[in-house]
């Protein structure tokens, strides 16, 4: 009998990472703050929510990425 023809053997163990409940919280917070300034500067920002003032850069930046996305634009 071989080792491929056995039956019960174990599947090989994954690697899980060893993260405390303080570091997994600061990687979510800080996945959190990115993911919501993504959100915001590719959907809203924009006028008169503008961070930059009058300043189009970001809107145009992001521009082809929001009408992509369904954001309302213009
Ligand atoms: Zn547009």
Redesign the pocket.
Known sequence: MTASMQTGSKAPALAVPDLSVASAALVLTLTVVLAGLAYYFLGYDQGAVSVFGSDTHIHELV?DS??YLGFP??
Do not use: F
């Open positions: 521009h929001r009408h634009c213009h």
